[in-house]
């Protein structure tokens, strides 16, 4: 966190692929050499640091790498301007709560379907790997220009996903409020199970 507070408002990329499965050593030096490219800051959460990944940030201290965070306080950090996922669910969601736009890099099981929602249908990232081939690497050449275009604040379709995000962080957050959509389907499910006990006991 201390790192994140010396960094500027809306500059920094976090970047996680969750905790069980991970990309290939190749495909990691791929996107370290990106980042370096196109002199992204980045926090990046990973168990398998590479050394071309260490490199980098012993020479831009652009760059903080680390083997575990608190996940959902970084994503509100002010210096967080986007999340690059795995596409976790529950990754996903605090991402959407933070009101982030994202870059998707789904591995395997419901995350090429998680990355659809996010970037067909709800409109607030953009896919990094085109295919769901995990052999086929996405090449640096590749990834430089969309971090490029992602982290431009100023760009039209970066202020559109930015706008987007924002958008559905509010509709989140009604939800959960009192008398909001999610607070009212528990309280309805709790009073449902109440009742059910109550008519078994008679």
């Not at 996107?31 to 980045?42: E, W």
């Not at 398998?48 to 990944?53: A, F, G, N």
């Not at 991402?95 to 982030?100: A, C, E, K, Q, W």
């Amino acid at each position: 966190m201390e790192w994140l507070d010396r960094q500027p408002p809306n500059s920094v990329l976090y970047i996680s692929h969750g905790s069980y499965l991970s990309i290939s050593s190749a495909q990691m030096e791929e996107i370290a050499i990106a980042l370096h490219d196109g002199n992204v800051r980045f926090m990046w959460v990973t168990r398998e640091e590479s050394p071309k990944l260490r490199e980098i940030c012993n020479e831009k201290k652009m760059g903080l790498v680390v083997a575990w965070c608190d996940q959902l306080r970084v994503l509100l950090h002010h210096a967080v301007a986007g999340y690059w996922t795995h596409c976790g669910w529950n990754s996903v969601m605090e991402g959407i709560f933070s009101g982030l736009p994202f870059l998707t890099f789904p591995i395997a099981l419901d995350q090429p379907l998680i990355s659809r929602l996010i970037v067909q249908y709800w409109k607030v990232g953009w896919r990094v790997k085109k295919d769901e081939n995990m052999e086929d690497l996405v090449t640096r050449d590749v990834i430089v220009v969309l971090l490029r275009k992602f982290m431009d604040l100023q760009s039209d379709v970066g202020s559109e996903i930015r706008r987007r995000a924002k958008e559905l962080q509010r509709m989140v957050q009604l939800a959960i409020s009192e008398n909001g959509s999610s607070h009212t389907n528990i309280r309805t499910f709790l009073d449902n199970i109440v009742q059910t006990g109550a008519k078994r006991l008679d």
